[in-house]
């Protein structure tokens, strides 16, 4: 078995509160987004790019999503937890979708391609002996606080934040689903 496909069968996402300094340098980065940005793009219309928060960008961003959690009700808890996990961080990057309307290629795929950008960043991360995880909630999807404080424009949205850093532990497995329970062989 190859290391290619042995990593892919083995890699596990990291907890972004397991993660510690130091992140990647900027050689580093350049690398990882790099082998992000090589996933299928019908057309080359390249409909993501990236937003990388490293040092006091990720206190602004801790901070910016603080208040927002507070303007939405989410209690002060709630809002202190995610202010908390930001600046907690060494780094994070923003994939950010950047569909392109009237390009001749149906949003889905587009979608699709800055997903595939997202698992490609991360693998790329993990690959390259860093931690690293995908998420998106709440604020991957309030399109108004991304407009504003990320400077989005109209139809982009973050189809992922991957934070990369230093793994403080493995993470354990987890169970997958039995490859016969997800696939049906059309033979004929």
């Known amino acids: 078995m190859t290391d290619t496909i042995n990593f892919l069968l083995t890699r596990r996402s990291v907890s972004g509160s ?11 980065v350049e690398k990882i987004l790099t082998a992000g940005a090589r996933v299928p793009d019908h057309k080359a219309l390249v409909p993501w790019r990236f937003i990388v928060f490293r ?6 961003m ?9 303007e939405n009700g989410f209690g002060a808890k709630r809002a202190e ?13 923003a994939v950010v979708a950047s569909p392109k309307p009237d390009a001749g290629i149906p949003d889905v795929e587009q979608t699709l391609s800055a997903g595939a950008v997202c698992v ?15 998420i998106t909630g ?16 109209e139809g982009e949205y973050v189809a992922g934040f991957i934070h990369v850093g230093t793994r403080t ?10 490859l016969d329970s997800i696939t049906n062989w059309l033979d004929a």
């Open 18 to 28: 397991t993660l510690v300094a130091p992140a990647p340098d900027r050689t580093a």
């Open 55 to 60: 040092g006091d960008a990720l206190q602004r």
């Open 62 to 70: 801790g901070q910016a999503l603080h208040d927002r959690a507070l």
């Open 81 to 93: 937890m995610v202010r908390r996990s930001w600046q907690n961080l060494p780094m994070s990057v």
């Open 120 to 134: 490609s960043v991360l693998n790329a991360a993990l690959a390259m002996g860093y931690g690293a995880n995908w």
């Open 138 to 153: 709440w604020m991957a999807f309030d399109i108004e606080f991304l407009q504003r404080e990320l400077g989005l424009a």
């Open 169 to 178: 532990t493995d993470p354990n497995e987890r169970d997958r689903p039995p």
